[in-house]
């Protein structure tokens, strides 16, 4: 069973930057989709982006459109999302989550609250 | 695309079986086969429990089923169980190569 484990979950302040990690144990990671869902404190699961394995195709929800960036390298089998711009509304739990058209692994998440 | 529509909470008695839908549109649920369900309990990520509409994840109970008709979709949960107690979550792709999930029912096992 994959393993995922993210990172770079902090406190950042609104307009700041954060940038999370992914990485996988027992997996090679860049043979597979991976995507990025996150959970407000309390709320429901939102889809933020996904990753193709071969980074040639990014998507993103409306609501990190033009804001998020989403990555991967290879050599150090690991995804990322670079968090900028952010708003209060941003606050939340974010998985890494392998897969396509399933999400059948998932991370522990990392927490990252935006808070003036 | 707006999230999927699932009731907020649901509840039933041990051994009972309950039913938790989730409504989207042609553009999503209705449009595609890849809903899947994802249950989880608090302070614990999400877990896979069925996919492809019909299909359980890999040690997923089959006490579980999923199906699909038109625009909605629903979980099925036979011979309930005091650990089922959990949220639920569907999620289905859509026409523009992105995820959207429904807002979550919480289960309760009286």
């Known amino acids: 069973q994959v393993q995922l484990v993210e990172s770079g979950g902090d406190v950042a302040k609104p307009g700041g930057s954060l940038r999370l990690s992914c990485t996988a144990s027992a997996s090679n990671l860049s043979d597979y989709y991976v995507a990025w869902i996150r959970q407000a404190p309390g709320k429901g699961l939102e889809w933020v982006s996904y990753i193709s394995n071969s980074a040639i195709s990014t998507y993103y929800s409306d609501s990190v459109e033009g804001r998020f960036t989403i990555s991967r390298d290879k050599a150090k089998n690991s995804v990322y999302l670079q968090l900028n711009s952010l708003r209060a509304e941003d606050t939340g739990v974010y998985y890494c989550?392998?897969?396509?058209?399933?999400?059948?692994?998932w991370g522990q998440g990392t927490l990252v609250t935006v808070s003036s | 695309h707006s999230a999927l529509t699932q009731p907020a909470s649901v509840s039933g008695s041990p051994g009972q079986s309950i039913t938790i839908s989730c409504t989207g549109t042609s553009n999503d649920v209705g449009g595609y086969k890849y809903v899947s369900w994802y249950q989880q309990h608090p302070g614990e990520a999400p877990k896979l429990m069925i996919f492809d509409v019909t299909f359980r994840a890999s040690g997923v109970s089959d006490r579980f089923s999923g199906s699909k008709s038109g625009n909605t979709a629903s979980l099925t949960i036979s011979g309930l169980q005091t650990e089922d107690e959990a949220h639920y979550y569907c999620?289905?792709?859509?026409?523009?190569?992105?995820?959207?999930f429904g807002g979550g029912t919480k289960l309760t096992v009286l």
């Open positions: 999620s289905s792709y859509t026409n523009i190569n992105t995820w959207v």
């Open positions: 989550v392998r897969g396509a058209l399933r999400f059948d692994s």
